[in-house]
Structures are given as C-alpha cells and as structure tokens.
C-alpha cells in the first residue's frame, strides 16, 4: 500500500513516514501544498494523510483538489486546528476521518488501516500467486503458509510484481512504480531487490516463482 503525507512540519512527517514503513508502507512525502497536488495528479496513492496548514497551497484546497481528481482516495486529515468548526468543514469538504496534534502513532496507525479496510475490496487486499499470498493491508507474506518477513521496499517491489502477476514488467516500470525515480537516476538497485526477494519468497522451494525474462526485465508466477 502507498501512503502520501502532506505535512511541513519536517519532524511530524519524518516521525509518521519512519513509523507506517516500519508496517511496511511504501510513504511519500509533500511539504507543501503544491507539491501534494502535484503528487496525487502523478502518482496512485491508497491513503492520503493531509495538514490543513500547508504552505504555498492550504490543506482544504488540496483536500478540494483530491477530491476532484481522486473522488475515492481515502483521506486522513492529520492536524493542529481542533475546532469543532474546522472538524466540520474537514469532513464536510469530503475527509474520511480527522485525527488532531498532538497524536499517539498508533492511533494513527489503526485509523489507517481502517480506511484501508473500507475503501479496498477482498479481491485487491488479498494477492495470491500460486501458494505464495500477500495481505495488502496487514502487510503480510506467506508462501505455503509460511511467513516472509519483508522490508517496506521488499514489500513494495512483490507487491507490484503480484499486481502484475503473468506479466513481464522492465526495470523502468519497477523504478517509477516502487521508486517513484526515472530509471536514469538508479543503477541496479533492481536486481539487488529482486535478488534479496528470491532469497526470501523463493528460498527452499523447488517451484521458482520471480522468473527473469533476460533482455526485458522480471514477472512472476508466469511459466518457468
């Protein structure tokens, strides 16, 4: 799952992005408000946690603008304003929920996986690849019932793998989905990743499920 922080604060956005990577979420990060609208214009996020004191472009307008373009992103509106008024007006304008500073992170966290819940249907929570499963929401890997225990990265690389299970996806893809980077700016951070994720999901089965497609790039669950 994808998260985008739209926060300035730097310590509140650095304290909340190293927390939901520990659950292992993939976590962008805005400092303004101009910088959020264009990262939600950009990229596909499952969550969106919002300030509604942001620079440049103020957080109700960025919340107008998600809800413009992205009427289904779930936001968490995350804040210092505690007026029962600007509650109101949050919701109001179409937040799915409002948490306000200072805040425990795993209040934080619940809520997340709350909206997670309701916005995401049992077929797109659950990835299954032959006997290897990934819990979207509670981040979670089993392979034959069997747990994996993942980096955020790690997790983020096999889950873009599993939503395009069958399908050949090339380094360039996998840099600009599980990076956001142009491919340009990496090196072979790609194939450590994938070296690192068939050592963990692959290791001590017979049956090889992350397959190089030499020239072009990785998939998974294809025929070996």
Same mark, same amino acid.
């Given at each position: ?32 408000g ?5 990262m939600?214009?950009?990229? /596909?996020?499952?969550?969106? $946690?919002? !300030? #509604?004191? @942001?620079? %440049? &472009?103020?957080? =109700? ?33 179409g ?28 077929? /797109?929570?659950?990835?299954? $690849?032959? !006997? #290897?499963? @990934?819990? %979207? &929401?509670?981040? =979670? ?71 190089t ?12």
């Amino acid at each position: 799952m994808r998260v985008l922080i739209a926060e300035d604060d730097k310590p509140v956005a650095s304290f909340v992005q190293k927390g939901l990577e520990a659950e292992q979420y993939a976590v962008d990060v805005a400092q303004d408000g101009d910088e959020a609208q264009f990262m939600v214009n950009q990229f /596909e996020y499952d969550v969106a $946690v919002l !300030d #509604l004191t @942001l620079p %440049r &472009v103020d957080g =109700l307008d960025v919340l107008r603008h998600i809800r413009h373009i992205k009427p289904a992103l779930p936001v968490l509106i995350l804040t210092g304003r505690n007026r029962v008024e600007d509650r109101v007006k949050g919701l109001d304008l179409g937040a799915d929920d409002y948490l306000t500073k200072p805040f425990s992170f795993t209040e934080l966290s619940a809520r997340v996986r709350a909206l997670l819940r309701r916005a995401t249907t049992p077929a /797109e929570v659950m990835l299954r $690849v032959r !006997d #290897l499963e @990934l819990n %979207r &929401v509670e981040r =979670l890997v089993k392979r034959s019932g069997s747990s994996i225990v993942l980096t955020p990265k790690e997790f983020s690389l096999l889950e873009y793998l599993m939503r395009n299970a069958g399908r050949c996806v090339t380094r360039a893809m996998i840099i600009e989905h599980v990076w956001n980077l142009s491919f340009d700016t990496m090196t072979n951070v790609v194939d450590v990743y994938i070296n690192y994720l068939r050592k963990k999901v692959d290791g001590g089965f017979d049956r090889k499920l992350i397959q190089t497609v030499r020239g072009v790039g990785y998939q998974i669950g294809g025929e070996a």
